[in-house]
């Protein structure tokens, strides 16, 4: 195996993994996240506006940040959690606190979509908070939220190449110290292209499931 493939399959491999744990992580975070933004908003079934206010505040003000600040911002916090602030594994750090608060707003916008009339319908028969989110809520606005992941999935997959460039591994990594500082042109040139394959596979799996969502409704 030549060198060239060999760094090309572990930098690949890397950015699956940043990738692939970071979206888990947003998923099962960002989701409740975005439940919370919805159901205490003005008129909603659980309206708090205090919570609400402090949640959106939060969420506004890391979204607001350029990824590559949050990298800098986010080492001391990085190697507090993982034990140091360069590397692949470190790099998850900064990759799904950028991507929780995003997959949160997507989710929130998901399950604004829902007709108001289902909601109504569900506390008309006696539903409670948990049972209309659970039960209403998040299966009528399933579809929306898995293109959601899509779009968050494919956010990452430019993150992680960035997060490469101060030192977290994977295509960016490759791409700066071989592509860039040595001048390999055929190096750079395959990871542009494995990061659009990457892009182009993620889309086209998040539309077969919403697909297959949006009919069986």
Do not use: H
Request: hydrophobic residues 55%; positive net charge.
């Amino acid at each position: 195996m030549s060198e060239t493939l060999q760094l090309l399959l572990v930098s690949t491999w890397q950015t699956i993994y940043m990738v692939v744990i970071s979206t888990l992580i947003a998923t099962v975070l960002g989701i409740p996240l975005g439940v919370l933004l919805m159901v205490t908003d003005k008129g909603q079934i659980l309206q708090n506006d205090i919570l609400n206010k402090i949640l959106s505040t939060i969420v506004n003000i890391f979204r607001s940040i350029p990824f590559v600040i949050l990298l800098i911002v986010l080492m001391p916090f990085t190697r507090l959690i993982v034990g140091t602030s360069i590397g692949t594994t470190a790099a998850i750090v900064p990759l799904s606190v950028a991507a929780i608060p995003f997959m949160g707003r997507l989710t929130e916008t998901a399950l604004r979509e829902v007709d108001r009339g289902v909601i109504e319908a569900a506390q008309a028969m006696g539903a409670s908070p948990f049972q209309i989110v659970i039960k209403v809520l998040i299966p009528e606005a399933l579809p929306s939220i898995v293109s959601g992941i899509t779009i968050t999935a494919i956010n990452l997959i430019g993150y992680s190449a960035m997060a490469g460039v101060i030192g977290g591994g994977g295509l960016g990594d490759l791409a700066v110290r071989y592509g860039y500082q040595r001048f390999m042109i055929d190096i750079m040139l395959w990871t542009v292209a494995i990061l659009i394959a990457m892009v182009q596979l993620t889309q086209l799996v998040g539309d077969f499931f919403v697909r297959r969502l949006s009919r069986n409704r």
